[in-house]
């Protein structure tokens, strides 16, 4: 049976460090699943842990959300600002006695634990039938979970599908510690409900948290959301994702020349796919994806993939965008490049986009645009620079001078032209040109050099060449 409420998805990181990719990753799900079906996307921050969570953290998820293009659609949620609801509700479990509380020192809480464990029975406070005395109310205490002893605990996951949970193994677990803070599984529920969640999708390592939260649910007589829980990702080795398979972050993929338009595609098709397809659009993934279709097995990382999707949409980004990413890596390499060579970066990169995978390889590809002249020649471009070598570049620029169109098929014709009334082939100019051209930086193809530097500056660094006796 489907359900007949609007959809509502969230993503709810912990800001305790950066933005890993798995989260990333299931923020783009929920988003999906969201706007595929005309409904809202929400972000909360579960900022509880207050000795771990900084600002800092808190600005790179939405650093990480906005350099995504995941936008919300209502402010975001802080889930430590809403700890006296989370209070209140407290108290209407113990009023309606799904709560109890418990004054199991720490020392009683550890050693029931092991003889729990080793009697092989659920953890059990003996407070949970006592009725406390008045000067006990005013000691620290915690407040507990009346969980069923008995029967069993269901949850339809979309993903996992139907898992089941004894309740006799489910412990009391705490709702409130002994300084009144909520603690994460209350907090998620009552979270959740307030801002209408229908769906709540996250990863796998959280299926556990399902069952208990499905019986505070079911103890406030509120509706449940549908739960579906991901497999996470894993490195190319199968192992769970770290600092030793290379980027983790989403700040790390961006610095390392991803475009976030290829980061949503690949992502979305780590774990979830439509037929065959590897590249779609956001429109297309928004139509195709169902969190119902996304498999249950990990995920593995795969940069060839990842290389793959970027370099077909670093084809498509528009030139002038890509001159804006391609000035910021090199600012940070430290490299400053002059106001004419910026001028000459974006008609660069219209010729050598197809060559490269990331924005850092564009960089390495246009370098040979933002040279400055004169140009000081390798020792290769030195060496091929003969008499007879010079004296026919010479004879070429001149004719490049008498008004060729300055585009590839007019210019490859004119050099095609040009080597065959020399009487030479084309490995008699080219090295020679490439190298003037480009001062042993690497190019593109001899006609793309020329268009990309553009007619005043590819003259100029010919007769600069050829002038200087080299």
């Known amino acids: 049976m489907s359900d007949p409420r609007p959809v509502v998805t969230r993503i709810a990181p912990s800001p305790t460090g950066f933005m890993h990719i ?35 953290a808190v600005q790179a998820i939405f650093e990480g959300m906005a350099w995504l293009g995941l ?14 609801r989370h209070r209140e509700v407290v108290g209407e479990l ?83 510690r002994s300084d009144g803070a909520p603690t994460y599984n209350l907090a998620v529920v009552v979270d ?23 019986l505070i649910y079911e103890a406030l007589g509120w509706e449940k959301p549908a739960f579906a ?14 600092k030793r398979h290379g980027a983790q972050s989403v700040t790390d993929f961006a610095e390392q020349g991803y475009l976030p338009e290829a980061m949503r595609n690949y992502l979305a098709r780590l774990g979830w796919g439509h037929g ?41 980004a528009d ?13 940070r390499r430290g490299e400053a490049p002059s106001t004419d060579a910026l001028v000459r970066l974006a008609g660069a990169i219209a010729q050598v986009k197809d ?24 020792d290769k471009t030195r060496g091929l620079l003969t008499e007879e070598t010079a004296a026919r570049l010479s004879r070429l620029r001149d004719r490049l001078a008498g008004g060729t169109p300055w585009e590839v098929p007019a210019l490859e014709a004119e050099i095609k032209a040009f080597a065959e009334s020399e009487g030479v082939g084309l490995g008699k100019i080219g090295p020679a040109l490439r190298g003037v051209l480009a001062g042993g930086a690497p190019a593109p193809d001899l006609a793309k050099t020329l268009v990309a530097l553009g007619r005043e500056e590819a003259l100029g660094r010919l007769e600069d060449a050829l002038s200087s006796g080299a």
């Open 355 to 378: 060559r490269a995978k990331t924005t850092l390889e564009l960089a390495d590809q246009c370098a040979f645009a933002l040279k400055v002249r004169p140009l000081a020649l390798d």
């Open 229 to 242: 829980h991901v497999p996470l990702i894993h490195g190319p080795d199968g192992a769970k994702l770290s």
């Open 192 to 214: 959740d409900h307030d801002m209408g969640i229908t769906h709540v999708i996250r990863g796998d390592d959280h299926l556990n948290n399902a069952a208990r939260q499905s």
């Open 319 to 331: 030139d002038a965008r890509l001159a804006t990413l391609v000035t910021e890596v090199l600012a």
């Open 71 to 84: 936008e919300a659609d209502e402010e975001p949620v802080f889930q430590f600002a809403r700890a006296e």
């Open 94 to 176: 113990l009023s309606a006695g799904a709560a109890y509380r418990c004054w199991m020192s720490p020392e009683e809480v550890t050693a029931e634990r092991e003889r729990a464990q080793a009697e092989n029975r659920r953890f059990q406070s003996p407070w949970r039938d006592r009725e406390p005395s008045v000067e006990q109310l005013s000691q620290p205490h915690v407040v507990r979970f009346r969980g069923p002893t008995a029967g069993e605990t269901v949850v339809d996951d979309q993903v996992q599908g139907e898992v089941r949970w004894k309740n006799a193994v489910l412990d009391d677990l705490v709702l409130l």
């Open 276 to 316: 065959d397809a590897e590249i779609f659009s956001d429109e297309e993934a928004r139509g195709w994806f169902d969190v119902k279709d996304v498999g249950r097995a990990p995920a593995r990382l795969d940069w060839d993939k990842l290389n793959h999707v970027n370099a077909h949409w670093l084809r498509l």
């Open 22 to 56: 798995g989260t990333a990753r299931t923020a783009l799900f929920n988003h999906l699943y969201a706007k595929g079906r005309g409904g809202k996307f929400l972000i909360r921050v579960e900022d509880t842990d207050r000795e771990r969570s900084t600002e800092a």
